[in-house]
Each structure stands twice: as structure tokens, then as C-alpha cells.
């Protein structure tokens, strides 16, 4: 998912974000998560690419870190713009989400 991700972004920003990989969430605790990602990537491009996996703060800090990035997005006014109410959902179905985030 990841280099399927940055392999659609453009060309000239792709080292940028090869080299600027911040794991967050409980699930990156997992021994060996950041070492085999790391490999992993190595394996899906050029050599002269770098890859930076970065693992920062405490195991506390990341497990949380997921839930506090959200939440200071979704308290943002200009987010809340995009919010979809399940009324609009039951109203126009999936396509209202093109409507509101194009």
C-alpha cells in the first residue's frame, strides 16, 4: 500500500517521501514491524533512492498518535466542511463523497 501510494504522487516529490516514512498507531509496535517495512522498501525501488523509517517518540506517544493526529484534523472548521452526515449518505449514497472532497 505504501509504494502504491507514493508511486502515485508526482515524480520529483517521491524521494521526499521515501525518505520521511513516520509510523504511528499500536500496530507499528510490533517487533520487527520498522525493520522488515524498511526492507520492504528497499526491495520496491532504485538503490540510489533513501529510505527513512521514522519511529518517533515512546511507545505510549504511538500507540495514541493516530487517535491525536485525527482529532486535531476533524476539529479543524476547515474540515468540518468535508464532514458527511448520515442523512447525506442515506440521501445520495457513496457519490456525495465526490461532491464534498473532489
Not at 527513512?52 to 500507540?63: A, E, F, P, Y
Not at 493526529?69 to 456525495?96: C, D, H, N, P, V
Request: include cysteine; aromatic fraction near 6%.
Amino acid at each position: 500500500v505504501l509504494s502504491s501510494s507514493i508511486s502515485m504522487c508526482d515524480i520529483d516529490v517521491r524521494p521526499g517521501l521515501w525518505s520521511n516514512i513516520v509510523l504511528a498507531g499500536g500496530t507499528t509496535l510490533l517487533t520487527g514491524f520498522a525493520d522488515r517495512l524498511t526492507t520492504e522498501c528497499h526491495a520496491k525501488i532504485t538503490s540510489s533512492t533513501k529510505v527513512k523509517v521514522v519511529t518517533g517518540g515512546n511507545s505510549t506517544d504511538r500507540i495514541f498518535s493516530a487517535w491525536v493526529g485525527a482529532s486535531i484534523l476533524a476539529s479543524l472548521g476547515t474540515f468540518q466542511e468535508l464532514w458527511i452526515s448520515k442523512q447525506e449518505y442515506e440521501e445520495e449514497g457513496r457519490l456525495i463523497v465526490d461532491k464534498k472532497c473532489p
